[in-house]
């Protein structure tokens, strides 16, 4: 049985366990709707969240993603300068701002790696593009100590931003900390975990992801450990179809027992970089329709925020295991209004699972198998 190959993070000295806590800050869309600037943002910078998965030429994509709330801290350097960062499983490079980006008040409103303050640092003539759905990051790449969760990573190759896209001066978190497979990273760049395998920094070629609900506290990514705590009964473990992304087989969604999206099987990739549960824009129409949503110009699906108790489950069988959405996991309360996790995806038929899933289900990443594993969290 494969669960005995795996060391729970409760019995082993504790010391061995590297986590990182995860903050639930404000999200970009919190922020400009006090300002009463979101109505102007989202028209300038639509959300588009497959742009994220159109790597080419080197260049990784990124997307504009104004409800990513979930963020860590790490330190580059010796002595160590910390940064917020996005802990992006659907992305690979590593990315923080720096003193070489003067021109964009994304830049200017974060903290800056200042290469000159650490002695470690070592420059590189490379350059790394990050694509986004508007504008770009772009920068150089360094190498440098890494401290992440405990973990001292040394000569981990990272960007340096030189300019920024403009939206970015919205969002809570400095940089971005990619999980993907070293195929999708940009300009080449070891991924951050890649080296934590490599160096033996690590027990256990995999990591896992807890997200609290509400609590601005609590959420934890874990690397090495499986930790039984976050979780309540057994881990379903589902195979990868790809490994570039954490890409993995999705057979249906139904709700009442009714097929209404991926009707014969879809491919989906399990991201904790993407707010919502995102799919081909008929299947999201069809389950925002069957829970009682209407659609707005912008895709945002609204409900009646009194009327969750009575809105249906929504589940979704991945490997032949049913995980189950309740209302209250896949709705979301805003300004005065409440709208469903169910994002449009537009033509693409790959579906995201970000966070409106992750937070119901503990999740394991595993490299040495290649495998995701589930479970309701505790």
């Not at 993907?180 to 940009?186: C, E, G, Q, V, Y």
Request: glycine residues 10%; aromatic residues 12%; hydrophobic residues 35%.
């Amino acid at each position: 049985m494969m669960k005995w190959a795996f060391v729970l993070c409760a019995l082993v000295a504790f010391s061995e366990c590297f986590r990182v806590p995860l903050i639930k800050g404000k999200t970009a869309r919190q922020t400009l709707q006090e300002k009463g600037l979101w109505e102007e943002y989202r028209k300038r910078y639509p959300y588009q969240p497959w742009n994220k998965f159109q790597t080419q030429n080197g260049a990784e994509s990124m997307t504009n993603d104004a409800d990513l709330s979930y963020y860590g801290v790490i330190s580059l350097g010796t002595p160590p300068q910390s940064f917020g960062v996005i802990f992006d499983t659907g992305s690979s490079n590593l990315w923080v701002p720096s003193v070489y980006c003067t021109s964009s008040s994304a830049c200017n409103n974060h903290r800056k790696f200042n290469p000159q303050s650490s002695s470690t640092y070592q420059s590189t003539q490379q350059t790394v593009q990050i694509a986004y759905g508007t504008g770009s990051m772009t920068g150089l790449l360094g190498y440098d100590t890494l401290e992440v969760g405990g973990i001292t990573v040394s000569n981990q190759i990272f960007g340096l931003s030189e300019t920024e896209a403009p939206f970015l001066a919205n969002m809570q978190w400095d940089g971005i900390l990619g999980l993907a497979f070293p195929s999708l990273s940009a300009s080449g760049a070891t991924p951050v975990f890649d080296n934590m395998m490599s160096q033996g920094l690590v027990s256990q070629d995999l990591f896992s992801v807890y997200l609290s609900g509400n609590s601005e506290t609590g959420s934890v990514v874990l690397f090495g450990e499986i930790d039984s705590q976050y979780y309540t009964g057994s881990l379903k473990w589902v195979p990868l179809t790809s490994e570039t992304y954490w890409q993995i087989k999705m057979d249906s969604v139904t709700i009442n027992g009714n097929v209404v999206a991926c009707a014969g099987g879809c491919q989906a990739i399990v991201d904790t970089g993407t707010s919502l549960i995102v799919g081909p824009s008929n299947d999201i129409s069809n389950m925002n329709a069957w829970v009682g949503a209407s659609t707005d110009q912008y895709g945002d699906a609204t409900v009646t925020c009194g009327n969750t108790q009575n809105m249906p489950e929504v589940t979704f069988t991945l490997n032949g295991y049913a995980f189950t959405l309740p209302a209250s996991a896949y709705v979301s309360q805003g300004y005065g209004s409440c709208s469903t996790g169910f994002g449009n995806g537009g033509s693409d038929q790959l579906w995201i699972l970000g966070d409106v899933f992750i937070r119901q289900f503990y999740t394991v990443f595993d490299r040495q198998y290649n495998m995701v594993a589930f479970a309701p969290i505790a």
